[in-house]
């Protein structure tokens, strides 16, 4: 496993974002492990953040004029995304997001930051259904601009209703790469042989049971 992904899962265990043992998804599945991203609640966590977004970013070599955060948790990781590019990696690059609703005031619009334009590459946490993913592709292409790719935190690697993941969903419907921090393969390799044999074994059975072939 890479450095960044084993730091990333120390990181995100340590501040409880990804935790264990039994959890109800909004599909109604019981799953053995839960990730979320609202436990990231300081500057220096926020801070820790953005460098794995930009890590992942830098090291997909994706070809990319500025960052767009869906609104709302997308917001946040695409900030600290901007700052730890042009911080710790030398790259300065516009940053947009938009709005759930329209602003009638003031400066008015969806839309707050840099013009939409060239290509966009999409910061968000997770792709559950991948209804946050597509309206914010619809609305890159209103604005005339391009969707580069999508970078997220996790890709669990779960069957949808398509019999694909959602993220493989998004992928074949536009055309366009999804870069994970991790995927639940990584966090399964980071569990192995570790002490708590019976979790590795719950999320196995998870995987074995939902799961996709990442390589379809």
């Known amino acids: 496993m890479q450095d960044i992904k084993r730091d990333f899962i120390d990181f995100a265990i340590e501040r409880q974002a990804i935790r264990f043992g039994t959890f109800t998804l909004k599909s109604g ?15 220096g966590d926020m801070a820790e953040l953005g460098r794995f977004y930009a890590s992942t970013i830098v090291a997909s070599n994706i070809e990319f004029d500025m960052l767009f955060g869906p609104a709302y948790k997308g917001i946040p990781l695409a900030t600290t995304t901007a700052v730890a590019l042009a911080s710790q990696f030398g790259r300065d690059v516009p940053l947009c997001f938009n709005r759930k609703e ?19 590459l999409i910061i968000d946490d997770v792709i559950t259904a991948g209804t946050a993913i597509r309206e914010s592709i619809a609305l890159i292409q209103e604005y005339g601009a391009q969707p ?7 890709d669990r690697q779960e069957r949808g209703p398509s019999g694909q993941s959602a993220i493989q969903d998004v992928m074949s419907e536009y055309g366009i790469p999804v870069y994970p921090i991790i995927r639940l393969d990584d966090l ?14 719950a999320i196995r059975d998870y995987r074995e049971r939902y799961g996709v072939d990442q390589t379809q």
């Open 29 to 43: 599945r019981q799953s053995p492990y839960f990730f979320n991203a609202g436990a990231f609640v300081s500057g």
């Open 102 to 120: 329209v602003k009638d005031h003031g400066e008015g619009g969806r839309l707050v930051g840099a013009p939409l334009s060239g290509r966009v």
């Open 148 to 154: 580069a790719g999508v970078v997220v935190a996790l």
């Open 188 to 201: 399964m390799d980071y569990l192995t042989g570790q002490k708590d044999a019976a979790l590795w074994q």
